[in-house]
């Protein structure tokens, strides 16, 4: 896998940051296990041969690999995994003349707005499904009751916003630490029963 995926090209750009293709890394990062392309286009409710060609384009700049082939009944399916970590806009790097300051600024604001979108409908249906849980007209007062008492730690979300203050070192340290504690549970193991969904900003507004 690529620590680090050097956008340099005004076609790299386009390729990661149109909001279809921005849907589709979303999903493949949700599902954690490689996917085969009927797999995601069933999720996206698309055409197969919709989602192949936008694989294809990942394919193109190593965006998305080949992570291992299985034949079910004598065909072979080809499961794709992401390559990358991180994503670098890189256009002073690029020497691409096409490529102006302007449109890299543009095409990673497009793809900030993808991600946020993905992980506000995420966050809304999660949370209109706890709500429907809560208020389903079939459960007795009593069905409530035990259910609100029930401390199922996967049943909740959290929604935080907070304004926290640093030092220089302080901010250095806070980075490290909180890599450190994503790293640390940020893996393949789909048998523990707890699945959780990540979305963080840190920002100055000053």
């Keep these: ?11 790299e750009i386009k390729i990661m940051t149109d909001p ?4 589709i890394i979303n999903i493949m990062k949700n599902h954690v296990l490689p996917m085969t392309v009927k797999e995601i286009a069933e999720k996206m409710g698309d055409p197969h041969g919709k989602v192949y060609y936008h694989i294809k384009k990942f394919e ?3 965006a998305v690999v080949i992570h291992h082939t299985k034949n079910i009944k004598g065909i072979t399916a080809k499961y794709y995994a992401l ?4 994503l670098i806009f ?4 690029s020497g ?5 300051a302007d449109f890299a600024i543009n095409q990673s604001l497009n793809m900030v707005a993808s991600f946020y979108d993905s992980s506000k409908k995420d966050f809304l249906n999660f949370y209109k499904n706890l709500l429907t849980e809560a208020n389903r007209k079939d459960l007795s007062p009593k069905e409530k009751e035990e259910l609100d008492k029930k401390d199922d730690p996967n049943k909740y979300g959290i929604l935080e916003n907070s304004v926290l203050h640093f030092t220089a070192e302080e901010y250095e340290n806070f980075i490290q630490d909180l890599k450190s504690l994503i790293s640390k549970y940020d893996n393949n193991d789909t048998t523990k029963p707890y699945k959780k969904n990540l979305f963080f900003t840190l920002y100055s507004n000053d």
Excluded at 20 to 23: G, I, N, Q, S
Excluded at 90 to 93: E, I, V
């Design 96 to 100: 691409d003349p096409e490529l102006s």
């Design 60 to 62: 193109k700049i190593d």
């Design 90 to 93: 890189s256009p002073s790097a």
């Design 1 to 11: 896998m690529i620590e680090k995926l050097i956008l340099r090209s005004r076609e």
């Design 20 to 23: 279809y293709r921005v849907e």
């Design 83 to 86: 390559n990358f970590k991180e």
